[in-house]
């Protein structure tokens, strides 16, 4: 059930189509351990497995609920695969998301990362949410103010383990243009300052063309797809450590050597994770040995993969590597962006 295809066993998994049932699963497993799992494609599950229950959100209607002369609210499902979203409001000409196409997951889980994209992100354009409280068994909606959205982060991604996201309503343009502002989207599509955005269409494909050839839109037949996608989020630092990266690559490697940095505020700047890695002497493709069924994509260095076979404590291994030998390479620490699953069951009795 999770996109790295690592982990045990889940115990029992309870498939939920609205705020009924995710009451009766909690009353059904009282008193044991539960935890939600959507897409699977943020987590990472432990090899001892999942203890008690998993609730895996199930529902994945999408509807327009209302709509003025310029924008449409959409309310989609938890269950719904989000990029099949995407592909349903850009096909209508709603602009908002579009540069979030391809993203692996489904859409409930979309406001818990503010999970964002090519110069977007989800809080951009939601509206509100509704979140089912597991401690009261009531279900309320919560508001972008309620959400408290911040880099890959909300308050229902603090609050792990007390919510369940059973729906999610956008506010989207109609006949909106495409956010096309982004380097590398902006060079992919060649177009001239000042010059006419493309389609929402057109700018949907190009998103998917560069993700796929990053390895990062999900395809059984792409062995560096079987991926979290971006395993470490870019990390905001303060701009004088960021200069002492920098001088140190500088010194012990090319003393030309420029790092891409974007300005965060309040003295702060965002690097490049997957730049950080490539220049700290890990370069796509790499592995700890011939035979290690863990390693970089040989697409993108951000994503670490599953090269069959693996086990979660081995990606996790690994993982520790990667952020040893940046931090040894930089001084700047890596924090990993999928969440690692902490209920477990013993595994199987011998015979």
Same mark, same amino acid.
């Given at each position: ?15 939920? %189509? ?35 229950? #998993?609730? %895996? ?12 002369? =310029? ?7 938890? $269950? ?7 592909? /349903? ?19 409930? =889980?979309?406001? #818990? ?41 909300? /308050? ?51 998103? &998917? ?57 309040? $003295? ?10 490539? %220049?700290?002497?890990? +370069? ?10 863990? $390693?970089?994509?040989?697409? %993108?260095?951000?994503?670490? #993969? ?13 993982? $520790? ?19 690692? &699953? +902490?209920?477990? #069951?013993?595994?199987? +009795?011998?015979?």
């Amino acid at each position: 059930m999770t996109t790295l295809g690592v982990g045990g066993l889940a115990q029992v998994v309870a498939h939920i %189509h609205g705020e009924a049932d995710a009451r009766q699963a909690l009353a059904d497993a009282a008193g044991q351990p539960w935890c939600v799992l959507g897409g699977g494609s943020n987590v990472i599950a432990p090899d001892e497995g999942i203890a008690g229950w #998993i609730l %895996h959100p199930a529902a994945t209607a999408l509807s327009v609920v209302r709509r003025d002369s =310029a924008h449409v609210w959409v309310r989609a499902d938890a $269950g719904l695969p989000w990029d099949d979203l995407v592909a /349903a409001v850009v096909a209508e000409g709603w602009a908002g998301v579009t540069c979030l196409s391809g993203i692996p997951g489904s859409v409930g =889980a979309a406001p #818990i990362q503010n999970i964002g994209a090519y110069g977007q992100q989800i809080a951009d354009c939601f509206a509100s949410a509704e979140v089912f409280d597991c401690a009261s068994g009531t279900a309320r909606t919560w508001t972008p103010a309620d959400c408290a959205f911040a880099y890959r982060d909300s /308050a229902l991604k603090r609050a792990a383990g007390q919510f369940l996201v059973l729906s999610v309503t956008l506010r989207l343009a109609i006949g909106g243009q495409a956010t096309v502002r982004y380097g590398e989207l902006q060079r992919h599509l060649q177009v001239p300052q000042g010059g006419q955005l493309p389609s929402l269409p057109v700018v949907r494909e190009a998103v &998917l063309t560069i993700r796929r050839k990053k390895g990062m839109v999900i395809d059984p037949a792409d062995p560096d797809s079987r991926s979290a996608g971006s395993f470490f989020m870019n990390p905001v630092v303060p701009i004088a450590a960021a200069d002492t990266a920098l001088a140190r690559l500088q010194s012990s490697a090319d003393s030309t050597l420029a790092m891409p940095r974007y300005g965060a505020g309040d $003295g702060q700047c965002k690097l490049s994770a997957a730049w950080l890695i490539d %220049h700290s002497g890990m +370069k796509p493709g790499y592995r700890l040995g011939d035979d290690a069924r863990v $390693g970089l994509s040989s697409k %993108h260095t951000l994503a670490l #993969i599953n090269r069959g076979g693996a086990t979660a404590a081995e990606l996790l291994a690994f993982a $520790g590597h990667i952020q040893a030998r940046v931090a040894g390479a930089t001084g700047i620490d890596l924090h990993r962006e999928p969440v690692l &699953l +902490k209920s477990r #069951i013993p595994g199987p +009795k011998a015979g």
